[in-house]
């Protein structure tokens, strides 16, 4: 987005609402008698303290801590519109780490009773967000609200069967909602700080670096990849951190570019011109004294 380029989208994310088409994201369910215990000790936060119809935002990780993926995790309501089967839960992840998500997890299931189903092509996403966020009400139906955004702006997300996505669309737009583009969504989530998978997290990073540790119990047990988690969080360093940085140029910088913030290196992961801040805005790597 250049410093001429502001769109309806954008501006709706920004000030009013907005509506994004956030069905190419992979979906999975999981269900069965273990299923809160076996998400629980495989992911990063605490999976069974969710209530119903409430989620939290978790990592995948190795046995080395490093992040194999990022997860929204939502405890499904009993019943609800997909009623497969009770104690069920929806994992909402980015589109290009549906299937790696699903080997992950299906490498640790040994004796657990837990099943998992890829209801990515016959269910939709539609994501709310915007100031005026809340002020949407859509009228009850086969749908049901998650508490997540893409872009860290106020918001919730719509999970429905995929035929009902031009009907909820109609329904949002008919409520003041505009249509916004996956740019006009990238460019408000660099300005929220707002990290994602595949841009500024990979397999490479530890969760610490990311500084998104509302993805991480620190009070639960065991799980993949804890005791590398808990002996950082023991020696309180990582050797870099993921920072939003405000830049006076129009020209947003490639991704590895190296910049010098406040005498220390820093790499750029991703970058924008922000038409609200009147300045590139960018996510980038420091290196810690």
Request: charged fraction near 25%; aromatic fraction near 6%; glycine fraction near 6%.
């Amino acid at each position: 987005m250049t410093p001429a380029a502001v769109t309806s989208g954008y501006h709706a994310l920004r000030h009013a609402v907005a509506w994004l088409d956030l069905s190419a994201r992979g979906r999975l369910t999981a269900h069965g008698r273990d299923a809160a215990r076996f998400l629980h000790n495989v992911t990063s936060n605490d999976i069974k303290k969710i209530a119903p119809a409430a989620g939290c935002y978790a990592f995948l990780l190795t046995s080395k801590g490093r992040i194999e993926a990022d997860l929204s995790i939502f405890r499904l309501p009993d019943p609800h519109w997909y009623s497969r089967a009770p104690s069920s839960f929806l994992i909402d992840t980015e589109p290009e780490l549906r299937e790696k998500v699903l080997r992950h997890l299906l490498k640790y299931k040994v004796a657990d009773q837990v099943e998992f189903e890829d209801v990515t092509g016959q269910t939709a996403t539609i994501g709310v967000e915007g100031p005026s966020a809340e002020a949407v009400h859509l009228p009850e139906g086969r749908r049901i609200v998650l508490p997540f955004t893409v872009t860290g702006q106020p918001g919730f997300r719509v999970w429905c069967a995929a035929e009902m996505k031009p009907e909820i669309v109609a329904q949002l737009e008919a409520a003041g909602a505009h249509p916004a583009t996956p740019e006009d969504a990238r460019t408000v989530r660099i300005e929220n700080g707002r990290p994602r998978y595949g841009e500024d997290i990979s397999d490479q990073n530890l969760p610490q670096e990311t500084q998104q540790l509302q993805a991480v119990s620190f009070n639960k047990g065991c799980y993949i990849g804890q005791e590398i988690v808990e002996r950082i969080r023991s020696q309180g360093h990582v050797n870099r951190k993921l920072v939003r940085l405000e830049l006076d140029a129009a020209e947003p910088p490639a991704p590895g570019t190296k910049l010098a913030v406040d005498g220390a290196e820093a790499e750029v992961t991703s970058a924008v011109y922000s038409p609200e801040f009147k300045k590139v805005i960018a996510l980038a790597y420091t290196r810690q004294p």
